[in-house]
């Protein structure tokens, strides 16, 4: 969608607390810290080999690693969102030190990254591997050694339904829409003359689009057909900004925008928080340089 690569808060009262458990199943003694966005930095517990420790959430945004500083795995949750759900990833953007498992323990996606080349983790701002259960769901969180578990808990996406995406070219000039897939793959999705748009049809798949190759773009990110039953989506000026775009999502969400290099509403950097999601089949659309007129929901 990043040390932050997720999310979004929501009033308390509409949440519902859920725990979060901490295992160390390392060999050596672990210090878990805890870092919330703007960088702050605390220990959340101190493990001996084969402890745990246990903190309820209701919302807040925030991750954990082991030891302070960069260069480690991190696991990151956003609780309380405004769909109802919370959020949770693995990030080894900044490095890998050690393995990491998220179980969602009322059935969800579980997540793991057990080595530096682990396929269930953010490696880069382009990746999306952000998934999402019912805001309330306890969580364990593993370290080093993972638990076995069965892999019925995982959703399918094969029944997600389809969502369409349409791209409007609102600009001045022509545009060439390029889309990025993971691998980093891009192709042309359609060239538009002004005021002519295209329509694409997903089931699932992760992918950006952006103004022509190469980087220095503004760019629209989505993951279709989570295993949460959402589409997720977010805007991203962290390799440059060249033209304006706002994601309407038409059946109700977050219009995201960004208009300038420094909105925002976009991700500028890996520890902003600005990932959307709304039920798998709402559809999209994503216009190009000017804004349509869009009443959304926080």
Known sequence: MKSFVLFFTVAIYCSHAGDLTIVNQCTDPVYVVKTVPGGLETIQCYLAVGESCVQSYTTGVMNFRHNLGSGHTISEFSFGNPNGNDNYALNVIEGFDIGMQIIPENGGHVAECATADCVDAYHSSTDNHTYGVPSGTPFTLNLCQFDDVDSSSV?????????????????????????TVPGGLQTVQCQLAVGESCSETYTTG?????????????????SFGNPNGHSNYDLNVIEGFDIGMQIIPEDGGHVAECATADCTDAYHSSTDNHTYGVPAGNPFTLNLCQFSDASGTA
Do not use: W
């Open 155 to 179: 959703a399918s996406a094969s029944s997600a339904p389809a969502t369409a995406l349409t791209i409007v070219n609102q600009c001045t000039d022509p545009v060439t829409v390029v889309k």
């Open 206 to 222: 992760v992918m950006n689009f952006r103004h022509n190759y190469g980087s220095g773009h503004t760019i629209a990110e989505f």
